[in-house]
C-alpha cells in the first residue's frame, strides 16, 4: 500500500482510500482531502513532518501520521 508519506516531492498522486476513523477521518476530508483528490507533495521539513501538499489549489501542511492514513494510487 502506497501512502501519502511515500509519493516524492514534486509528484502528484491520487487519493484512493482514507484509513481511519471518526474525528481523524472528517478532519481530512473537511480540509478537501476525498476519495479521488489529486495531491501535489510540495516540501517536505528537514526531519520529515510535516508535509506540505497542494490540494484544490490551496496550500496545506499535513503531519506524517495524518499522511499515512491517505491511501495512493
Do not use: C
Not at 482514507?18 to 478537501?32: A, C, L
Amino acid at each position: 500500500m502506497k501512502t501519502l508519506k511515500d509519493v516524492k516531492i514534486g509528484e502528484t498522486a491520487k487519493v484512493i482510500k482514507i484509513h481511519g476513523e471518526g474525528k481523524v477521518k472528517r478532519r481530512i476530508m473537511d480540509m478537501g482531502i476525498t476519495k479521488g483528490t489529486d495531491i501535489y507533495v510540495r516540501k517536505v521539513a528537514p526531519l520529515g513532518d510535516p508535509i506540505e501538499i497542494t490540494v484544490r489549489g490551496y496550500e496545506l501542511s499535513l503531519r506524517k501520521d495524518d499522511a499515512d492514513i491517505l491511501e495512493m494510487e
